[in-house]
């Protein structure tokens, strides 16, 4: 049995906090359609209002990329880095905009809206109609170094490139 391979890079996307208070009011307001049926219903209308829109906020949080040798995972896509090209690293506003009027409908993405940053990865599998990924990320430099660092070296391997 082979050990598994090192993680060069894991990050979980998760939730911002504030997004767990909104969960708690919608429970609360869950209790209050309910309260004219008696504290008892609105205690479980809290409760279950409250389970709900916490267990929505927690699959908004669930999502998680990892960079192992040879293997770009991002969420259920297990994409091998030899049919990835070049990285660019996406601020804010041009992140937005490849989310938005630049995207492909053809692209893989795991976006979310609340992280500002991003990195586009070109696909350069033939056979695949994909033309990039686009992955949401806290840390995109820290991201494209590692997808370069693990990168199977080709001839004429581009260089991260910041793209604004």
């Not at 205690?43 to 998680?64: D, E, K, M, Y």
């Not at 937005?96 to 500002?116: E, N, V």
Request: glycine content about 10%; some cysteine; hydrophobic content about 45%.
């Amino acid at each position: 049995m082979t050990p598994p391979a090192p993680l060069s890079y894991d990050e979980r996307l998760t939730a911002p906090r504030t997004w767990w208070l909104i969960a708690v009011a919608a429970g609360f307001a869950m209790a209050l359609i309910v309260l004219p049926y008696g504290g008892l219903a609105a205690l479980g209308g809290f409760a279950v209002g409250t389970l709900i829109a916490c267990t929505w906020v927690s699959g908004q949080g669930s999502s998680r990329i990892r960079v192992t040798s040879g293997l770009l995972v991002a969420d259920e896509a297990r994409i091998p880095l030899g049919a990835l090209g070049r990285v660019h690293v996406l601020e804010a506003e041009e992140a937005r905009a490849w989310r938005t009027y630049k995207a492909d409908l053809r692209a893989h993405m795991l976006m979310r809206s609340y992280i500002t940053g991003a990195v586009r990865i070109e696909n350069t599998d033939p056979a695949d109609p994909t033309p990039y990924v686009y992955l949401s990320t806290r840390t995109p430099q820290v991201l494209a170094e590692a997808l370069d660092l693990l990168g199977h070296p080709r001839a004429g391997r581009p260089a991260t490139a910041g793209v604004r």
